[in-house]
């Protein structure tokens, strides 16, 4: 489960991002709070959010071209020291007294302007510390390390805005980004596998995207993502509506929902890790289960059986969005690398805004539960749709049958069939 771990630079990466991670969740939840107190409206703090986001939608295919072009360690050092500073400022301005929401708007900007030459590059670093070996166990990690962060960070958040305030979390958050610099400083060259680099040319963004094209293996992957993103993850829009509408709750389970699902979601991350190999199999199935529970937890009928199911919810959505993100990156060519995680990554953060209005569109005109039950559906519907494109692009057919009294459900080749035919 834990094998990467033995490379010694892939040990001071994920050390360092286990504090930066936790740093990065304080900041979210002092920023949309810092929002709120200043504005009392919940509109601009989706504009934060919005801004945060808008750049990769816009820059995420430029920026995985600069990611092939450059070294990516260096890159790193930048695109993390800029987010610190940032945070930094942010918190001298806030303990100061002269903070204003256009401040929060602008840092929210550019932490989201330096996210798109960071994500695609923190992503395809990975394979460049560990090898193609390592490399699912370590992306099953990183997964395992950011839910973890999200179960601790907005904890510690909310203890440090109520008691020093939310100066101090973006101050927090600021110095935690010194264990990642530091981790990347104390890295061995000599023990990273060698990556050519893209060469400085033009139209490399039009040939990223013909490259995912002509690659079903790959198409497919991020289109299947990009359907779970969009219909699937609306979490904020469908849980809170749970917790006030459905069983009138309050704030206090929308919590227990959350962190029920961020369990779930780590167990999901380091079962994946375990597993040792992404298949396509497994990310059909995982987006087949995925929407299915969430069909199965949109009529639950008590509080207590909704919120137990999202843990499978959770760590069925972690296998989708690991196994993807390992696949993808295991079957790109090195130099391309860069690019097609930009568009995974564009795709997969970019579908939950998409997806937002026209889930609380459903929500609003026919109740909660119809809209997390079309969300599952949409997402389960497009993992057997994708798996039977997949099939007969890749020269298979289903096959029924019995094994040992048990029904069996499988693909097989084509040729295998037409011989069971013949005979």
Known sequence: MFSSLKVRNYRLFFLGQVVSNTGTWMQRIAQDWLVLSLTGSATAVGITTALQFLPMLLFGLYGGVLVDRLPKRRTLLVTQTSMAVTGIALAVLTLSGH????????????????????????????????????????????????????????????????GVGTGWAFLANGLSFVAPLAGLLLMRDRELYAVERAPRGKGQMREGLRYVAGRPELMWTIVLAGFASTFGFNFPVYLSAFADDVFHAGAGSYSLFNTLMAVGSLA?????????????????????????????????????????????????????????NSSIQMATDPSMRGRVMALYMMVFMGGAPLGAPIAGWITDAYGVRAGLAVGGAITA???????????????????????HGHPQVRFVPREREQLATAA
Do not use: K
Request: hydrophobic share 60%; charged share 10%; aromatic share 8%.
């Open 99 to 162: 903070v204003q929401v256009w401040h929060v708007y602008l840092a929210a900007f550019v932490v989201g302007l330096a996210t798109v030459i960071d994500n695609p590059a923190r992503q395809s670093f990975v394979s460049e510390m560990v090898g193609p070996d390592q490399l699912q166990n370590a992306v099953s990690l990183n997964s395992a390390n950011f839910q973890s962060a999200r179960l601790v960070g907005p904890a510690v958040a909310g203890l440090m805005i109520t």
């Open 268 to 324: 999901g991350a380091l079962l994946a890790a375990r597993r040792g190999t992404a298949r396509m199999r497994v990310l059909v199935a995982g987006a087949l289960a995925f929407g299915t529970m969430e069909i199965v937890a949109a009529f639950a009928p008590s509080l207590w059986l909704f919120a137990l199911l999202m843990a499978p919810i959770g760590m069925f959505g972690m296998t989708v969005n690991v196994t993807a």
């Open 381 to 403: 519907v497009a993992a057997v749709t994708i798996a039977l494109v997949l099939a007969r692009v890749g020269g298979l057919r289903l096959s029924v049958g019995w094994n």
